[in-house]
Every structure is written in structure tokens, then in C-alpha cells.
Nanobody, 124 residues
Framework: QVQLVESGGGLVQPGGSLRLSCTASGFTLDTYAIGWFRQAPEKTREGVAYISAHGVSTYYGGTEYADSVKGRFTISRDRAKNTVYLQMSSLKPEDTAVYYC????????????WGQGTQVTVSS
């Protein structure tokens, strides 16, 4: 079973930046489309960013973002480090949530179990 581990969360002031990491052991992330999701208190989990499997053409052109994060978040891969990143900039208090990564299917729906996630808190 694919096991992913999230890291990089923390406390940041509004307007600040953070970079989250999604790593895996024992398998290559390249072969999977990956999504970042978040869940704020008392809200349902939502997808924020997606990246296709390496070298795979998709209807969404390789990356996809929720409207709420477009222009502020960037998802990317480092193949050498077997890691998928979520670079978050211009953070807002409403970005506060636990962030998770997961493999996703062709409909960008998460597949498999969730990890522990990483807490992001945006507050002054």
C-alpha cells in the first residue's frame, strides 16, 4: 500500500510563505498523480493542488489548482528526492488547515488511506 508522509507545516503570519513536502518510502512517486488536500476545523476536506504522474499527459495539463489558491500555491516534483512539494505564498488566515497529500485517480479523487497530515496555521 502506498504510504505518504507530509511535513513542513507551521505557524506563519498572513502574507507569509511555507513549503510543504510529501515523501514516500519504498516506491517512486513519479508513477503517481499526487494531490494536496486540506481540512479546516469543522469543514470537509478539499483538494487544493494536483500534479500528474511524470510524463503522463492529462486533460488538466499537468497541474491543477483550486480557485482559492490559484496564483498563490505551486505544486511541483523533485524526482531526485522522490518528493512532491506545495509552495504556499501570500498565505491567508483561511488557509489554516491540516494539509494532506495523497495519490489521486484520473478524476483527481484521492486513493488509499490518509496520512497524519501537517498543520498549517496562518495567524498574526
Amino acid at each position: 500500500q502506498v504510504q505518504l508522509v507530509e511535513s513542513g507545516g507551521g505557524l506563519v503570519q498572513p502574507g507569509g510563505s511555507l513549503r510543504l513536502s510529501c515523501t514516500a518510502s519504498g516506491f517512486t512517486l513519479d508513477t503517481y498523480a499526487i494531490g494536496w488536500f486540506r481540512q479546516a476545523p469543522e469543514k470537509t476536506r478539499e483538494g487544493v493542488a494536483y500534479i500528474s504522474a511524470h510524463g503522463v499527459s492529462t486533460y488538466y495539463g499537468g497541474t491543477e489548482y483550486a480557485d482559492s489558491v490559484k496564483g498563490r500555491f505551486t505544486i511541483s516534483r523533485d524526482r531526485a528526492k522522490n518528493t512532491v512539494y506545495l509552495q504556499m505564498s501570500s498565505l491567508k488566515p483561511e488557509d489554516t488547515a491540516v494539509y494532506y497529500c495523497a495519490t489521486v485517480d484520473e478524476l483527481l479523487l484521492p486513493v488509499g488511506s490518509w496520512g497524519q497530515g501537517t498543520q498549517v496555521t496562518v495567524s498574526s
